[in-house]
């Protein structure tokens, strides 16, 4: 959702009034056709299943259409070529090595990378999808990841008031 605000605002999508000083993406769902390795590797055993991340999608898309779709993946010709003509605010990417989604939102910075766009990633090794919930993770990197999101936000509102 935040990728899809973000772009819809930098283009002015029925958004013009919006600005958007900042992009945090925590864990962001992206999905596709063709499975990716960390999809193959955890879409078994980690808390977010393959099965309930096709659910997602199928409840999710518009009927009939399948993980193509540019609700579901950022790698459409239409979302390429809109990048070309936007500028989109700073994004921090905040992700587990260990999510089934990892190889998805490690090409999302990727791509943000390439087109020039201020990109910072967070990845932690030893969690996967869930990794701020303090269940599963360590209070230690849930601390560390919300300073970080916050140094972030300062960092967007400081530049954005001069």
């Known amino acids: 959702m935040v990728h899809q605000t973000g772009f819809a605002a930098a283009a002015g999508d ?9 992009l945090i ?16 590797a ?8 393959l099965k309930i ?8 898309l518009p009927e009939g259409a399948d993980r193509s ?6 790698l459409t010709p239409e979302t390429q070529a809109l990048l070309k003509r936007i500028e989109l605010p700073p994004s921090l990417v905040v992700v587990g090595a260990q999510d089934t989604l990892h190889d998805r939102q490690i090409q999302y910075v990727d791509f943000l990378m390439q087109a020039g766009n201020d990109v910072t990633l967070l990845d932690y090794p030893q969690y996967g999808h869930h990794l701020l919930y303090p269940e599963v993770s360590r209070e230690e990197d849930v ?18 008031i001069s």
């Open 14 to 22: 029925g958004l013009d009034r919006l600005k958007i000083r900042g």
């Open 25 to 40: 993406l925590v864990v962001p769902f992206f999905g596709g056709v063709d499975r990716t390795s960390t999809e193959i």
């Open 42 to 49: 955890y879409g078994e055993t980690g808390m977010l299943t």
């Open 53 to 60: 991340s096709d659910d997602f999608w199928a409840m999710a």
């Open 69 to 74: 779709h540019p609700y579901c993946t950022f």
């Open 143 to 160: 601390g560390e990841a919300y300073l970080s999101m916050q140094h972030f936000i300062t960092k967007c509102i400081n530049q954005n």
